[in-house]
C-alpha cells in the first residue's frame, strides 16, 4: 500500500512540474495555454494535499521560510484589506487572483527535489524565450527596413508576441538566471549542456531583450552587469565598460538616444512617470492606512489630476509607490519586508555554498532579484502576471539548492 501510494505521489509530482515548466516557459506568448497548466497543476496540488499532505508539503517550506511566510502573509492580508476600504468598490476583489501566483514559489520549493530537475527546468525555460527571441529577430529584421524610413530607431520596437516591457522583463530575469554559468572557467563542461552551446541559447534573447527598447530593463541589466563584474568576474567588468564606452562614441546618436533618454528629465515618458509618481504620493497621503485599492486606478488617477499622456495613470508606473499607494503603510512595509528578507537569504546562501555551480546559481538569483527591482521602479511589473510568474519561480531557486543534499549535483 505504502509502495503504491509512493508510486502515484512520484507520478502526480512529475505531472505537477511538468505543468509548471509549461506555465513558465510559454507565458509569455500564450497566456491562456500558461494560465490552463497553472489551473490544472494548482488542482492537482490540492488533491494530493487532501490524499496525503506529506507528499504534498514538505518540512523545508517552514524553515528558512518562517520570515518570508509571515511578511507575504501579511501583505496578503493588507492587500485584501485594502479592497474592504476601495474608492470605487465595484469590482474591487477582481483581481485578486494574482495573489495566487505565490503558489509557484511554494510548489517550486516543495517539488523540485533534485538538482538535474532544478536544471533542466531552468534550460527548458532559456531555451524557449531563445526561440521565441529567434523568431522575433527575424520578424524584427523583415520590419526593420519597411519602418526605418517611417521613424527613428528608437521608435523600432520588439513587440510581436507580448507587450514590450513585459517581455523585456521575462528575457531579463531568465537571463540573469544562468547568466553567471557564461563566464565562470571552472565550471566548464560541469552543466547539463555545454557553456558554448548555453552561450548559442542566451544570445538571441540578450539581442531580442535590447530589440524591445525598453530602458527600465537597459538600467537594470547595465547595473546588474557591473555588480557580476566587481564581485564576480573583473576581467568581464574592463571589458563590459570597454564596450559600453566605445558603442557611446562609436554609434550613431539615433541608435543610442533612447538609452541616453533614462536620464533625461525631460523626456516625455519621464516626465509623465514622474506626473504619475507625484499623484502616487498624495493618494497614499490621503489613504495612507488602507490605500485606495488596486481598483479602478485611472478613474481615481483622474480626481487628482486630467491626463496629459497615453497610458498616463493606468497605473503608477512603479512598483514601490503602486503597492504604497494601493495598501497603505502596512502593506507597504509587509511587501518590502517579503523582498528584503528573500534577499538576505539569497545572500546567505550564496556565502555559505561551497558547489561551484550551486554557487553561480545563487548568484544568478541575486541578480534576478536586483534587476527585476530597479526596472520596478519604473514600471508596475509585480501587477504584470505574466513577469511574475516567471519571477516566482526563479527566487524560490536558492530555497531549492539549499534543500537538497549536499551531494546531489550534476557531476
Not at 17 to 34: P, W
Not at 73 to 80: G, M, Q, V
Not at 152 to 172: C, G, V
Amino acid at each position: 500500500m505504502k509502495n503504491n501510494l509512493a508510486n502515484y505521489s512520484d507520478k502526480l509530482n512529475f505531472v505537477i512540474l511538468t505543468l509548471l515548466t509549461i506555465q513558465i516557459s510559454i507565458v509569455s506568448i500564450s497566456i491562456a495555454v500558461s494560465s490552463i497548466s497553472f489551473g490544472i497543476w494548482i488542482g492537482l496540488w490540492l488533491i494530493q494535499f487532501l490524499i496525503n499532505k506529506n507528499s504534498a508539503l514538505n518540512k523545508n517550506l517552514f524553515i528558512d521560510l518562517k520570515t518570508v511566510n509571515y511578511f507575504i502573509l501579511a501583505y496578503a492580508f493588507f492587500e485584501i484589506l485594502s479592497r474592504f476600504f476601495a474608492v470605487y468598490p465595484e469590482g474591487a476583489f477582481s483581481n485578486l487572483k494574482r495573489l495566487l501566483l505565490f503558489l509557484i514559489f511554494y510548489v517550486s520549493i516543495a517539488k523540485i527535489v533534485n538538482f538535474k530537475t532544478l536544471t533542466y527546468i531552468l534550460l527548458i525555460n532559456i531555451s524557449t524565450i531563445s526561440v521565441i527571441s529567434i523568431i522575433e529577430i527575424v520578424k524584427y529584421a523583415f520590419k526593420f527596413f519597411e519602418m526605418a524610413g517611417e521613424m527613428p530607431f528608437s521608435e523600432i520596437r520588439i513587440d510581436f508576441f507580448n507587450y514590450p516591457l513585459t517581455s523585456a522583463e521575462i528575457k531579463m530575469i531568465s537571463l540573469f538566471s544562468l547568466f553567471p554559468l557564461v563566464f565562470s572557467d571552472y565550471l566548464r563542461d560541469k552543466f547539463v549542456i555545454k557553456r558554448s552551446l548555453l552561450i548559442i541559447i542566451i544570445i538571441p534573447v540578450i539581442i531580442s531583450m535590447l530589440l524591445t527598447q525598453s530602458r527600465n530593463v537597459m538600467l537594470a541589466t547595465a547595473v546588474c552587469l557591473l555588480i557580476y563584474g566587481i564581485f564576480i568576474n573583473r576581467k568581464f567588468l574592463f571589458s563590459f565598460i570597454a564596450v559600453v564606452i566605445l558603442a557611446a562614441f562609436l554609434l550613431p546618436s539615433s541608435y543610442t538616444e533612447r538609452t541616453k533618454s533614462i536620464f533625461d528629465p525631460e523626456h516625455p515618458s519621464n516626465k509623465s512617470r514622474i506626473e504619475m509618481w507625484k499623484v502616487g504620493i498624495e493618494m497614499f497621503k490621503d489613504h495612507p492606512f488602507t490605500g485606495i485599492a488596486d481598483s479602478h486606478i485611472k478613474e481615481v488617477y483622474e480626481t487628482y489630476k486630467t491626463p496629459e499622456a497615453y497610458g498616463e495613470g493606468v497605473h503608477l508606473h512603479n512598483n514601490f509607490l503602486m503597492i504604497l499607494a494601493t495598501t497603505g503603510i502596512f502593506g507597504f512595509i509587509a511587501w518590502l519586508g517579503m523582498f528584503i528578507s528573500i534577499f538576505l537569504i539569497q545572500i546567505r546562501y550564496y556565502q555559505i555554498e561551497r558547489d561551484p555551480l550551486k554557487r553561480m546559481l545563487l548568484f544568478g538569483s541575486i541578480l534576478v532579484m536586483i534587476s527585476f527591482q530597479i526596472s520596478g521602479i519604473f514600471e508596475w511589473s509585480f501587477g504584470d502576471h505574466e513577469v511574475m510568474t516567471v519571477f516566482f519561480f526563479l527566487i524560490a531557486v536558492p530555497f531549492i539548492i539549499k534543500a537538497l543534499p549536499a551531494d546531489d549535483t550534476i557531476s
